[in-house]
């Protein structure tokens, strides 16, 4: 499988992280998203949203970082990583709906303007940061609530719906994500994913840096 990918944004991280928890084969084909390459014709031509991450396997071309997760766990068979059990594939495909559709913008809005726009030379607007913060606290109390009866969010193993969700939090100190009143979320991630090996071989670092290869 190859991945056309730059390791610094939060959905080629949570794919590149994602492969490694599920122990998938892959080739890294980097992007550089901030040059823009991800607008280019070569990207373009797999990805008509000109967008990353994408996969490539044969004939197929894979779009949508949860799809790609999706497809890697079920190639591999890997069952823990993404069980098999009806009602357990049913609460993961949830979780990777609800990052997508609603985590994952919520997150962005703090990584724009506490990273990007600082990074940039551009001004954090703190009405922006304030317009969030309650639609932010509903969904962290979501997962805080789930995150109370497991370790996981799907049992007391990680699979594919805690890397997902974990993605868009992945500098979360640096863009000053306030967890403070979500503990079981914060135990979750210092704990139960930021120690795990396949989250640290895909680090990346204030500055989006990335130390290590991915
Ligand atoms: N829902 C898509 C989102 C893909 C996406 O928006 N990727 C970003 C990088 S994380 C991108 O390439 N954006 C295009 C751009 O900013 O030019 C996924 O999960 O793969």
């Known amino acids: 499988m190859e991945i056309i990918a730059d ?6 991280r949570k794919v590149l992280a994602g492969l490694k928890l599920i122990g998938a084969d892959y080739s890294l084909t980097k992007v550089d998203y901030f040059a823009g390459e991800q ?3 070569d ?3 797999l990805n008509p949203n000109a967008a990353i991450p994408v996969l490539r396997d044969g004939d197929l071309v894979l779009w949508e970082s949860n799809a790609i997760l999706q497809y890697a766990a079920d190639k591999a068979g890997n069952a ?3 069980p098999t059990d009806l009602a357990t594939r049913a609460d993961v495909n949830r979780w ?3 990052e997508c559709g609603s985590w994952f913008q919520t997150c962005y809005v ?3 303007e506490n990273c990007v726009k600082p990074l940039l030379g551009a001004e954090t607007d703190q009405s922006v940061l304030d317009g969030e913060a309650a ?3 509903k969904l962290a109390g979501i997962m805080d609530a789930r995150l109370g009866g497991s370790a996981y969010l799907c049992g007391d193993r990680p699979t594919i719906a805690d890397v997902a969700v974990a993605a868009p939090m992945h500098l979360h100190a640096w863009a000053k994500l306030p967890l403070e009143n979500h ?3 914060t135990r979750w991630m210092t704990e139960g994913i930021e120690t795990a090996p396949w989250w640290k071989a895909t680090h990346v670092g204030e500055g989006f840096t990335v130390s290590e290869a991915a």
């Open 7 to 12: 390791p610094i944004t939060v959905n080629c």
């Open 39 to 41: 607008k280019g014709a």
């Open 43 to 45: 990207v373009v031509a």
């Open 80 to 82: 823990s990583a993404y």
């Open 96 to 98: 990777l709906l609800w």
């Open 110 to 112: 703090h990584l724009v």
């Open 135 to 137: 639609n932010f606290h």
């Open 183 to 185: 503990a079981n979320v």
